[in-house]
């Protein structure tokens, strides 16, 4: 990474970060033990936690959430000295346009370069996956995981804890099917065998932190999203009234939040949050966002149980895999048009 900053990171005026933004105050901390007591009553409680902090947060902390400590450890040890490798190492698995797992150092978001270094991989690799955007092209192509050499027992580390991340994924989704009247395995055979990806983040201290960001505002495109980060605060969400909060980080728990999937699949019940991240000065931030989403053959839309005549549908159904894909390709190009999003695919009424 530069050590100056060059143009391309350098955000517009309207969204460079603000430093006088307060902490958020009493983000939900969600206690996920009552799943493995099979108390019904005592589901039925966090089932309705999880439905208020989605409606007045679209995020929530999990604590008892099952993803073991030395899974987590181990990972986060890899990950650390696979970033700390020389640039020509991590080059070696850089992803590109049409290959989207592995190293990149000049992700985009909205046009603008983010301060950060990426590295994607499949939960379930190898995974087929529409080969472009366009949507009336049928071709299909198998991606890969790319498996760096070093450091050793990375591939393993990152593996094991994508497991976990998507085992967590399932319950949580269960926990979300209840919140809306539906059976509790509701989402299940749309997320069996998906192209979910766990996405991990490397923020490389940055010389300056006022005009750039290490991940410009975006929705997430899954249905759920489990971030694990570390003890550097850096996260902002932005509130429904348009304000924007910093999201200090909670030891060992992770967050939760909604994607635009979720947005689509619940009718706009439960919305997407809007996130970003700014950069530091001095300290290496790292984080992964493990974005659950449905298999690529998946048409998304409102679910039938939740829409009638009083509540019609409010989005148009999409292929899974085109949105996937047009939102990885944002990542690469410089594109004329706007991030996909659900809202592109509503139905005016
Ligand atoms: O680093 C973080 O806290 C958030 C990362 C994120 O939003 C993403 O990777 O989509
Ligand atoms: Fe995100």
Not at 178 to 196: T, V
Not at 280 to 299: D, E, I, L
């Amino acid at each position: 990474m530069a050590c100056e900053v060059e143009s391309a990171y350098i955000q517009p005026t309207d969204t460079r970060p603000d430093p006088t933004i307060q902490v958020a105050q009493g983000i939900p901390v969600i206690d996920l033990s009552p799943l493995d007591s099979g108390d019904k009553s005592q589901v039925n409680q966090l089932v309705e936690e999880v439905k208020a902090a989605l409606k007045e947060w679209r995020m929530f902390f999990v604590v008892n959430h099952g993803i073991p400590a030395d899974i987590r450890q181990n990972a986060d040890e890899k990950i650390a000295q696979f970033f700390a490798l020389p640039l020509e190492e991590k080059l070696k698995v850089q992803r590109d346009f049409k290959d989207t797992l592995g190293y990149f150092n000049k992700e985009l978001t909205h046009n603008t370069k983010d301060w950060v270094e990426v590295y994607d991989y499949f939960v379930n690799s190898p995974v087929e996956l529409p080969a472009n955007a366009e949507a009336d092209c049928p071709k299909m192509v198998t991606l890969a995981n790319k498996r760096p050499e070093n450091p050793l027992g990375f591939v393993e580390a990152c593996d094991a804890y994508g497991k976990e991340a998507e085992r967590l994924g399932f319950r949580l989704l269960e926990v979300i099917a209840l919140s809306l009247g539906l059976p509790s395995k509701r989402f299940q055979a749309y997320f069996e065998n998906s192209g979910s990806f766990n996405r991990v983040n490397h923020y490389p201290p940055c010389p300056s932190p006022s005009l750039v960001l290490g991940k410009g505002c975006h929705t997430d495109a899954s249905a759920l999203t489990v971030l694990a980060t570390d003890n550097v605060s850096g996260l902002e969400i932005k509130r429904k009234d348009g304000k924007w909060l910093k999201v200090n980080p909670l030891p060992g728990a992770y967050i939760i939040n909604t994607g635009e999937a979720m947005n689509v699949f619940s009718n706009g019940y439960y919305e997407s949050l809007e996130h970003r991240v700014v950069a530091n000065t001095n300290q290496h931030r790292y984080s992964m966002g493990f974005s659950f989403g449905p298999a690529s053959h998946v048409m998304v839309k409102p679910l039938k149980e939740l829409v009638n005549e009083l509540n019609p549908p409010k989005f148009k159904g999409f292929m899974w895999g085109k949105f996937y894909r047009s939102r990885r390709n944002s990542n690469f190009l410089r594109l004329n048009a706007e991030n996909l999003e659900a809202r592109h695919f509503k139905i005016n009424q």
